[in-house]
């Protein structure tokens, strides 16, 4: 029975300090940046990790072209490329911090976020 204690007070421990890491994950993704593009470049959206959209850069030849729909549809497609991105940027770090630790399950909870990533 107190072996069971000294596991289950091993396990707090741990996930108390991926709590304290996760703080440190958070900022370092705020850091990290993604770029999505559409049209050939001429939109290109740029995130954050943490999916906090930073940039819209539009080419002004799309601009002039005066087809809203097509820009719509192609800043669209430049954001989801970018959220993408960010999404595999923060799978990537998680699956980093977890490394470490030793809980059960854990590795196979991570292969199948990062594996939903791609």
Do not use: F
Not at 1 to 6: A, H, N, V
Not at 81 to 88: G, W
Not at 106 to 112: G, H, P, R
């Amino acid at each position: 029975m107190l072996k069971g204690i000294g596991n289950l007070a091993s396990m707090i421990r741990q996930a108390q300090e991926i709590g304290s890491r996760m703080q440190g994950v958070a900022e370092e993704l705020k850091g990290r940046r993604a770029v999505g593009s559409a049209g050939g470049g001429l939109v290109e959206i740029e995130v954050n990790g943490l999916s906090e959209v930073l940039k819209c850069r539009i080419d002004p030849s799309l601009v002039q072209q005066n087809d809203r729909e097509l820009l719509e549809d192609l800043v669209a497609a430049a954001a989801n490329q970018a959220l993408e991105k960010a999404k595999q940027l923060h799978a990537e770090a998680i699956k980093s911090l977890a490394s470490n630790v030793d809980l059960p399950g854990l590795d196979e909870a991570m292969n199948k976020i990062t594996e939903g990533q791609a």
